[in-house]
């Protein structure tokens, strides 16, 4: 048997299009700050680390420019080197790729281990690692006089790769800090209730959802909470139109309603889907309407429950 889902009274929309205009509305498009937008202080101790070995590669363009070879060079100079490592993650840098890993088609290497082999003087993994450069194309960048400032331009494109990956961590963090505050406010209120985070809630036999964050009343889970920021188009509208019937089904069987605080620019191109996800889970906020309304719409069910 089918039972209803408590609909918090800001979410009690006309029609799903008018809750999509709101939405839309009040969308904060980006979650980083401006202050936030470039690391400038890791670029610059990053470069720091990295700067003393382009005087490295400033030399041996000049050897290669004069008519030596550039794989037997380089293989040759690493052999000769204390410490090779920071000189093969400088050049691997300078072509934008990061971390201490290298995979490609014809690649499966850790920068540390062969680093090391060619420590111990192992010309095969010297002349592995020159030829590897030389097939990149290292060569086309190996001879500009400004290699200071491309080193500084890759780090700050580099950027755009970790703005993707701490956009949702950050908005994650920003709706933390909300239910923080909110549960803060109605226990000021009297209300009994507490804010856990990531909770796997069970709701059946072998059945159980996992959410972000949980808010509990008189100590049982009545409220479990999940979070989405979106820049581009994501997949989350369309799992709740695919798969979330029954598991708010469930979920309501034992008292608890699901909340869903969402965001992000990506949904100026999710009108359609952003809609549907709404006839089955009316409870979506954005930042601003869960700011502004969350804490009124949970006051409100606790109370009318306290009464029942």
């Known amino acids: 048997m089918e039972t209803k889902i408590t609909i918090l009274p800001s979410r009690r929309y006309d029609n799903p299009e008018q809750f999509v205009e709101d939405f839309l509305k009040t969308l904060t498009p980006g979650i980083i700050k401006r202050f936030e937008f470039i690391q400038w202080q890791i670029i610059e101790e990053k470069l720091k680390r990295l700067i003393p070995s382009i005087s490295f590669y400033k030399e041996l363009a000049y050897r290669v420019n004069i008519g030596y070879d550039f794989v037997r060079e380089l293989s040759d100079s690493l052999l000769a080197c204390d410490d090779p490592l920071p000189l093969m993650e400088c050049a691997l840098e300078l072509l934008g790729h990061t971390g201490h890993e290298f995979v490609t088609f014809q690649d499966d290497i850790e920068l540390g281990p062969l680093a090391k082999d060619i420590t111990e003087g192992k010309e095969d993994k010297a002349e592995y690692f020159a030829n590897l450069l030389k097939d990149l194309g290292f060569t086309r960048i190996l001879f500009r006089n ?10 700050i494109g580099l950027e755009t790769h970790r703005r993707k990956n701490i ?9 933390h800090n909300l239910l923080t ?11 009994p209730v507490e804010l856990q985070c990531e909770i796997t809630i069970p709701y059946g036999k072998g059945l159980s959802k996992k959410v972000d964050f949980a808010i509990t009343y008189k100590g049982k889970i009545r409220f479990g909470i999940e979070v989405n920021f979106y820049t581009v188009t994501g997949s989350k509208p369309t799992e709740i139109k695919r798969s979330y019937g029954n598991v708010l089904n469930g979920l309501q069987r034992v008292g608890i309603d699901l909340i869903w605080i969402t965001d992000g620019k990506g949904y100026r191109g999710m009108q359609r889907s952003l809609k549907d996800a709404y006839t089955i889970l009316p409870n979506i906020y954005n930042l601003q ?16 429950e306290t009464v029942a």
């Open 181 to 191: 505050n909110t549960v803060k406010e109605l226990k000021k209120l009297s209300y």
């Open 167 to 175: 956009g949702g961590a950050l908005f994650q963090q920003e709706v």
């Open 146 to 155: 400004d290699l200071e400032d491309l080193l500084l331009g890759v780090q």
């Open 289 to 304: 309407q869960a700011k502004i309304n969350l804490l009124m719409d949970l006051k409100t069910i606790f109370t009318s």
